[in-house]
């Protein structure tokens, strides 16, 4: 090994390709001891994991779920949330999701109809 403050011009390809040896096993290690970097996907959870997210409790989860005012998806007789959509949620505030939009959609619809038929 060359040490660095005597390095002739005639050692320095030597020292160069040491040096680049080191930044190698420097890199794989690096590399080993970090896990990779999570793919920007957008990760499906669980109840449990919602209210974490949302720091809520189970049962207000489940009443925001029933009353249409938090965004959730249904397989069965389970709930899965999509974290990107809570997250957004949290920081916009309440945030009308499908059914609340189609139900505002109908009682405008109904209620224009019924002004109608009155005429």
Known sequence: MIIMEAISFDQLPQAVGQLAAKLDRIEQL????????????????????ACKILDLAKPTVYGLVSQRKLPFMKKGKKLYFSRQELTEWLQHGHRAVKDDLETIVDNALFSTKSKRRGR
């Not at 690096?30 to 994991?49: C, F, G, M, T, Y």
Request: charged share 35%; no cysteine; hydrophobic share 30%.
């Open 30 to 49: 690096l590399q080993k001891q970090s896990p990779p970097p999570k793919e920007a996907k957008d990760d499906i959870v669980n109840i449990d994991a």
